[in-house]
């Protein structure tokens, strides 16, 4: 296999605990850091993109000219059915740069550690499918998808947003949740001012020390769903089981 091309758009949005389950299926993967000024390279060497998350918001290309190339080859993978995999931003870039619509989020931001509930199609979906209707999970944003693309499978949801997941085709997820958070996400994504002042929005002034606890209580349950997530994926790239 020719390996996993990642576009990142900040140090500390990374793959995270995903790092330990590509290395241990000696999966290669390189990063490019869009926001550091690296081009998107030919998608043709890579067997799947994953888009991960970022402070930017998918409308600000007059910012980030970068967005519309990334946008592009968004479109590109999912028009070649290359298995894709965008989290929290790269969740929303996947329904923008199809059609679908990206928006502040009216109550301000879903902030904390979570549940998202499975849709019917959720519960049978070959990636998020087979392990109950609920999912625990890290949650980070102040934007949302509130259309989804034409012809997408929503996948979950949850009570501060209606399009937790997407899935267009047979192998391009859109994820608005942190499945590859870590012990080290809250704290180092705290000193984010953006995700800062987000936090301060979906929780309160004082509420960090909390969701830091709580985030560190959980990410081994976390870091378990994303292994589980891991292997499906790997299985969408047709990759043999481990």
């Known amino acids: 296999m020719s390996g996993i091309l990642v576009l990142q758009h900040h140090p500390l949005e990374h793959p ?14 390189r990063a490019v850091r869009l926001d550091a000024g690296e081009e998107v390279p030919p998608l043709a060497g890579y067997d799947a993109l994953w ?11 007059g910012r980030y000219p970068w967005l519309g190339p990334e946008k592009v ?52 979906d070959p990636l998020l499918g087979g ?18 693309p034409a012809g997408a499978a929503i996948l979950a ?10 899935r267009v085709g047979e192998r391009a997820y859109g994820l608005q949740f942190h499945v590859e958070a870590t012990e080290e996400t ?15 929005r979906g929780l309160g002034p004082g509420e960090l020390e909390g969701f830091e606890a709580e985030a560190k209580r959980r990410a081994g349950e976390f870091a378990r769903s994303a292994r589980r997530l891991f292997e499906r994926f790997l299985a969408l790239m047709g990759a043999p089981a481990a």
Request: hydrophobic letters at 45%; one cysteine or more.
């Open 51 to 61: 888009v991960m998350g970022g402070p930017q918001d998918v409308w600000q290309e």
């Open 131 to 148: 392990a109950g209707p609920r999912l625990a999970c890290l949650q980070w944003h102040a934007a949302e998808v509130t259309c989804a």
């Open 157 to 166: 949801r949850s009570p501060a947003s209606a399009i937790q997941a997407i």
């Open 73 to 124: 080859a968004i479109r590109e993978a999912v028009e070649r059915g290359m298995p894709y995999l965008g989290v929290c931003l790269g969740h929303q870039l996947l329904a923008d740069a199809l059609g679908g619509e990206v928006a502040p989020m009216t109550s301000g931001a879903e902030i904390g550690v979570r549940e998202v509930e499975l849709t019917a199609a959720g519960e049978s």
């Open 186 to 200: 809250v704290p180092d994504w705290a000193g984010i001012p953006a995700y800062r002042r987000a936090l301060e």
């Open 16 to 29: 995270g605990s995903l790092r330990a389950c590509l290395a241990e299926r000696g999966i290669a993967w």
